[in-house]
DNA sequence: CGATCGATTGATTTTTGTCAAAGACGGTGG
DNA sequence: CCACCGTCTTTGACAAAAATCAATCGATCG
């Protein structure tokens, strides 16, 4: 009660993000920049490289991701949002983006326009928050450089679900050990700068290891302690509140 | 003539970045918010991650980088930063960072207190600015996920020569195909995120088939076409004048 | 039911890392 | 001036990690 439709559509915005979580005033003003909701089937592109753009895309439900595509047509997760990420806010400012940005699954996103999102950076606190966002997406590919340059390829896939488990926990779609999360070995493969046959090989090796089952869009993290061990995984860049860590 | 000392501090500051070159006062308002000058000393790190920050630095001359520290305390590069670039302007929404900021060369800084940064936001054709500048950021590193995800060693070196030539020769310390650059064969491996011993293999190569030459702090792009090639190197990322690519 | 997509496996090759040891070079102190 | 040192570079031999090639297998879907 007294929880409106509209209000839910940000409510995963900065959700639990140390000291920067949106007022109530803050969520109305976003949420009626939103010009309109969009549909988007699995496994489609939403934005292209290079494309001149004129809105920016909010997730409410489902998986995206940032791809760059190499010469042969293979591509490179750069980066994958999940329900309350403002997966191209960026594109405010830099008016292109450089990479593709596409659906994994499923997914619902609230459009905003550019013109409406002048008034939003008027207010100095809202816009500190919306750069924060983007910076948060900057330190999640820090992490990602250090995942592909500094850990082997068990190391990089531990590090990836360590993340995944966070962030899902943050906004409430993982309690911390079991979580739903539909993407195929291959997409792990991409997002961890290895090829499919070899990423088929490690996670049968963590499940006959008995620490981590990731199966038919189900992850279940069965020694979360090992994992963030193994992927040397240290959740500071996610600046999550102290509480929800 | 007319161009004061301290008109020169800012020069490079989005320097041949589409559409978003300073104007003259834009560049006063940033010179005036600088409280001090400092040195720093080659290797020397500036910033520690976790450290609670009151101000950002800029700049002047220099090379420094942003590093992640893994168990074994071998680093990871995540950035590279050359004179103009505003290093941790980050820092002033995050608050705290999660990496490394340091040294490679003897280098000088401008530091900008954060309290007086609320005032240079203040202005929101500014702040977009300075936003844009953070987004660069982090446009180059997906482009080094890319390096790392997709392309072998030397491919990755390719990438990075090119890569560091372009912004270079953006801010006019480049000619387009020969620049200083002092780093050690140890700084391009943990950059690369391959070993030195390796690395130092891959520049013979390049060395031997006349393709690059580097060599104690100089760069010489011998075939410039053949190295963009051989990285998949599209500088699109970089956001540059189409006058100045 | 054939077709397609994703998962799986084995055999083999390629790339990169590891270990061990010199060589080059500049700077310092005797 | 020169021997010594530390840092950086270079090289070879070998081991480990990951890629590639070639098939199957299983489930789902029209």
Redesign the interface.
Known sequence: MGVTIQGMITDKFLKGRR?MTLEPAERTAIEKAISEIKSLPPRTVMIE??EALRHSAFIIDGLMC?T?T??DG?R????LHLPGDFVDL?SY???YL??DIASVTQTQVAIVPHDRM?AL??D?TL??KL??S??L???M??????R????DAMGRVAHFLCETNARLRAVGLSDGRRFALDLTQNDFA?I??VTSIHMNRILRQLREEGLCVVRSSQVEILRPDWLAARG?F?S??L?LDPGAV
Do not use: K, N, P, S
């Open positions: 000291g490289a290079g940032r760059i190499d010469r293979l490179q997760f750069v980066g960026h400012a830099l008016t450089e990479h002048h950076v008027a100095t816009a500190r750069w924060f983007t910076l997406d900057a330190a590919h820090r992490a990602w450089l250090f592909l340059g500094r850990l991409e961890c700068g040397q240290d500071a860049y600046y």
